[in-house]
């Protein structure tokens, strides 16, 4: 095939060799994908070669079919491979503009497109093989990507967003696309409230109009596609182990999901876009964040996050056992060691205000919001009869203290009946929701007992390590409260 690169002008023999090498090709990596499958013994869980979620009309969409988390299992944020996705589509970013973080959900074409599948796509056309706007042969793959921002640093965003040409399609689109309008890609999908705050200054410097969508409806739609599409999503975490679960798509609902972004919403969700907003409380990781700024001076949330590991809280809160002389109060089932009052030592007459530590502060605070939000949210479980609870939002930051402080709150308070539940894509939800909302993606065609997992099986699910005093022995403590 020398030459062929250096010479676009072909003869008819080099274009019918050229189709026949495509198609080997083609055929070539079908098998492969799946020889790489059954390595990980889920044979069982892939669908026929070729088979694909049905698809109606000519419009490029996306395709879910064999979509996995790329990655080991520890990998935050990880990026989704869709390995079936054969039409370009040109809704490729959309945006989720909340009170501290802005979340993009972006897509792009298999890395390894290369010049090689720009000159099978320029036979293909000469064949006269392209059918319109849609390809009749597979781009092999696409990826969604997962990428946030400071909101307060929105310019860097838009940099971002410039720099790869996102909000036209991407860097290469023009290439790829020759027949796409030139004004295909002026509107973007975005949710949150930036959405409406940052109009104007999107417009002006990227020249897009946003096309709004309700945060809720974007919460509930991206966490329904992850809980439904992807394989080792969610996952428990108590006492520093985390473990996967596997979730049932047809006992998925009802269920309660808790955002925990700037502030908290905690929603009942019923099914796809059916759901009910029921609770919401303004102490929420705006409010660790910013409380723990004006405390402890740390110049970012990661630095805050960072210091409660090297923390100690019973310098500042108030255990049971400070009030009761170092001993249990087991009428009413609480241990010396529980928290009777979150920062309630922090009065002592013998300390000045320099002496508490930094460090000691940012864990109580993070104990008491994480506690807290946990015990509103069993109790909203509690309302409803559910027994299920994901937590999303970037408060959770995958920090273990975090997640476990929310778990042994849900599991003391419900004496182990509901369940805590993290999500691997925690922030992304709402930015998920956007970007499914370009079109019906057809999740109810998904056969998600077909979807399979890309990082192998046989990862250990080791969990985060735990910094810290320790929760509590909450078998100790349930059983004590069950008593009364
Ligand atoms: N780099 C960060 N900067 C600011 N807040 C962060 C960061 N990482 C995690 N957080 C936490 O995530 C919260 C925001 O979560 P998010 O789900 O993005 O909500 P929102 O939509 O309100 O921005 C913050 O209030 C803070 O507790
Ligand atoms: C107003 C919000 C939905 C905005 O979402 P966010 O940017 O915090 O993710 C959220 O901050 C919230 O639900 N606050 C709690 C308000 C309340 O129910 O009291």
Same mark, same amino acid.
């Given at each position: ?11 008819? &023999? ?6 026949? $090498? ?27 070669? #070729? *088979? ?24 935050? +944020? ?9 039409? +370009?589509? *040109? ?20 890395? &390894? ?5 720009? =000159? ?27 990428? @946030?921002?400071? /909101? ?12 790869? %040409? ?24 975005? /949710? ?20 709004? $969508?309700? $945060? ?59 759901? %009910? ?19 402890? @001076? ?13 923390? !100690?809280? =019973? ?12 001993? !249990?109060?087991?009428?009413? #089932? ?15 007459? &013998? ?8 460090? +000691? ?83 109810? +065609? ?39």
């Amino acid at each position: 095939m020398a030459g062929l690169r250096d010479d676009p002008v072909l003869g008819i &023999n080099d274009i019918k060799r050229e189709e026949k $090498e495509l198609d080997t090709e083609t055929e070539a990596n079908t098998k492969a994908e799946d020889k790489a499958h059954q390595g990980q013994g889920e044979r069982d869980m892939a669908p026929p070669a #070729g *088979s694909s979620i049905h698809r109606s009309g000519s419009r490029p969409q996306l395709d879910l079919s064999k979509a996995a988390i790329q990655g080991n299992s520890e990998d935050r +944020d990880p990026t989704i491979l869709l390995p079936n996705q054969s039409d +370009d589509i *040109s809704s490729h970013l959309a945006l989720d503009i909340g009170g501290s973080l802005i979340k993009l959900v972006y897509f792009s074409r298999h890395e &390894n497109y290369s010049i090689d599948d720009e =000159r099978k796509k320029n036979v293909k056309e000469r064949l006269g093989i392209s059918n319109g706007n849609r390809r009749s042969y597979p781009i092999l793959g696409g990826r969604l990507h997962f990428v @946030k921002f400071e /909101t307060h640093k929105i310019n860097e965003c838009l940099d971002f967003i410039y720099s790869k %040409q996102l909000h036209r399609g991407g860097i290469d689109s023009h290439s790829w696309l020759p027949y796409a309008p030139a004004n295909e890609t002026s509107v973007i999908k975005a /949710t949150g409230g930036g959405a409406y705050k940052y109009a104007d200054l999107i417009k002006q410097r990227l020249g897009v109009t946003l096309d709004k $969508e309700d $945060e809720m409806d974007c919460l509930v739609a991206g966490a329904n596609f992850l809980l439904k599409a992807i394989r080792h999503e969610a996952f428990t975490h108590m006492e520093g182990q985390k473990k996967f679960v596997q979730i049932d798509q047809n006992e998925l609902f009802p269920y309660l999901l808790v955002n925990i972004g700037s502030g908290v919403s905690v929603i009942k969700v019923d099914g796809d876009g059916k759901f %009910q907003r029921v609770s919401g409380t303004n102490v929420g990781g705006g409010t660790y964040w910013g409380l723990g700024r004006l405390l402890t @001076k740390c110049k970012s949330f990661d630095e805050l996050l960072e210091l409660s590991q090297r923390g !100690d809280n =019973r310098t500042i809160d108030m255990l049971v056992g400070d009030i009761y002389g170092g001993m !249990d109060y087991s009428k009413i #089932g609480l241990s010396a060691s529980t928290i009777a009052s979150s920062f309630g030592k922090a009065i002592s007459e &013998n300390k000045e205000l320099e002496d508490y530590r930094p460090e +000691d502060i940012s864990l109580s605070l993070l104990r008491m919001i994480s506690y807290n939000i946990g015990q509103i949210s069993y109790l909203n479980a509690l309302r409803f009869g559910l027994k299920r609870i994901f937590f999303g939002g970037f408060f959770i930051r995958g920090h273990a203290y975090t997640m476990d402080t929310i778990s042994f709150a849900v599991q003391f308070w419900s004496q182990g009946q509901a369940q805590a539940m993290f999500l691997r894509h925690e922030g992304f939800l709402g930015s998920l929701g956007a970007f499914m909302s370009y079109e019906k993606h057809g999740l109810d +065609d998904l056969m998600v007992h077909q979807l399979v997992e890309r990082f192998p099986m046989g990862a250990p699910y080791t969990g985060g390590k735990i910094h810290g005093p320790p929760l509590g022995d909450l078998n100790e403590k349930a059983s004590k409260v069950r008593k009364i």
